[in-house]
């Protein structure tokens, strides 16, 4: 067996190529430390609740992680069908439960399985509760079960719960269903294979595509990037969609399309949204984002009095502050978006009928609404690398970043402000760069953002160049 320090929780949740260090064995053992860890919960009599999403195994490994949590005595609610990560996180929160569990690797490739822990409040857990975990793992080498499933079943230490159905009441409460109707916009949804299919079409009248079980993905990964959109946007053009909805496996990230067919990069999502819900719904109060997002949301908040806390990236960040602070949005670069009054946690779905009620509701299209915001604060250009390199080079291109002083330059273009919050960021006269190194493998990313004229990839390209990372 491999040592068990190959379990460690990345951004959100432990992830793995199924079959290597994502076997049956290791997702029991790394239950068995999370039922030890929180044996002693306040609410951990009430229960914990586990799903799963649309993976390969991804039921099997459930139900193997609900042996685990039963044979410790605690009770499960196991739902009877694949559902999204934010279903989860309501039903830990709203049935008052210890935590939740989701099998699901999210947007990653299909040979990849995952396992999310959310905590009681409804949202990712933080650090320090999954630290504690990676340490009662060190003294777990193999579980051994006195009760399948089956027994477990028989005496109702597991029971089946209907996520879907739970989920989609709780939808029906916030949205403006009527209003949506009544206007009978045309939409079209891709849940990308993954476990956001049917939810759509059950609320509202919208056509969807990979709307079925396929844990291959076609070949590729459920991330809703514009590289892997090429059937959708077609469509819109092509059919004279009013939006297209995207989400990823396991349905908490978003991706809109516009009514012209172009795809909204995960920046104009979250401006959009905050536009929306400030504006016309009139919301109030905080607004958080993750340290890779577009300074349109820093100009807005400066114009309309909004508090804006910049965080780390990572959803678990602004979650924290959701729970303890009056936050209207918290969003991150790629796609994660949080909502006053819903969760304190990334909803795709609930996002995308957001951005239905809102066209419905301004009676504006999509693109309309971007000029608005681009006319008030100009024209912003985002885009982002990722570069696959050596642990030495990797290493090499932190101490050159560390190096970098004000006045020197990056990417052609000459340092004005050092900050390094999260990896390093670099900021220069029409725009900035930000260099941060994955923490599980030789991996660099590289974001940027250049305003009024589209310098971006041409920046990121200099960078990487410059690092001698080509």
């Not at 989920?167 to 956001?196: E, H, Q, R, T």
Request: proline share 2%; with cysteine.
């Amino acid at each position: 067996m491999s040592k068990i320090e190959v379990i460690k929780f990345g951004t959100d949740g432990w992830r793995a190529i199924i079959g290597e260090n994502y076997t049956f064995e290791n997702v029991k053992r790394l239950s068995l430390a999370t039922a030890r860890h929180f044996r002693n919960h306040p609410k951990i009599n009430n229960g914990i609740v586990i799903g799963y999403d649309t993976r390969f195994l991804s039921k099997e490994f459930a139900h193997c992680s609900a042996e685990v949590f039963a044979n410790e005595g605690i009770k499960v609610f196991l739902t009877d069908s694949f559902v999204t990560t934010p279903t989860i996180s309501l039903m830990t929160r709203d049935l008052n439960l210890a935590f939740g569990v989701v099998i699901t690797a999210s947007h990653n490739p299909y040979k990849y399985n995952g396992y999310k822990l959310k905590d009681e409040f409804g949202g990712s857990m933080g650090n320090e509760e999954l630290k504690k975990i990676e340490e009662q793992l060190k003294d777990i080498n193999e579980v051994t079960l006195n009760r399948n499933i089956d027994e477990l079943l028989k005496l109702g230490i597991i029971n089946y719960i209907n996520g879907r159905e739970f989920y989609i009441n709780n939808l029906k409460k916030k949205i403006d269903f009527k209003l949506i109707s009544d206007l009978n916009k045309k939409v079209i949804y891709d849940p990308m294979f993954g476990a956001g299919q049917g939810i759509l079409k059950e609320l509202v009248n919208a056509e969807e595509i990979h709307s079925e079980i396929n844990p291959y993905f076609s070949g590729g990964g459920p991330e809703p990037v514009e590289r892997n959109l090429s059937e959708i946007l077609n469509k819109v053009r092509e059919q004279n969609f009013d939006i297209g909805i995207i989400t990823d496996g396991d349905a908490d990230r978003i991706a809109i399309i516009d009514e012209k067919g172009q795809f909204l990069n995960a920046q104009k999502t979250f401006a959009l949204l905050l536009l929306y819900l400030h504006r016309y719904k009139k919301y109030d109060g905080k607004v958080v984002r993750g340290y890779s997002t577009s300074e349109i949301i820093e100009k807005y908040c400066d114009k309309y009095n909004l508090k804006l806390e910049t965080v780390p990236i990572g959803f678990k960040y602004i979650s924290k502050i959701m729970i303890t602070e009056d936050v209207l949005i918290g969003a991150e670069e790629s796609g994660g978006i949080g909502i006053k009054g819903h969760l304190p946690e990334r909803d795709g779905i609930y996002n995308g009928l957001l951005f239905l009620e809102m066209i419905s509701k301004t009676n504006k299209t999509i693109s309309e609404l971007i000029n608005e915001l681009e006319v008030e604060f100009g024209k912003y250009y985002y885009n982002r690398k990722d570069v696959h390199t050596t642990e030495d080079k990797k290493l090499k291109t932190l101490q050159i970043c560390s190096n970098l002083t004000i006045g020197k330059s990056i990417g052609g273009k000459q340092i004005l402000k050092i900050d390094n919050l999260d990896g390093f960021k670099f900021t220069f006269s029409n725009g900035w760069i930000i260099i941060r190194p994955s923490g599980t493998e030789p991996l660099l990313r590289f974001y940027c953002e250049t305003k009024e004229k589209d310098e971006t990839l041409e920046v990121l390209n200099q960078t990487i160049k410059q690092l001698n990372l080509l």
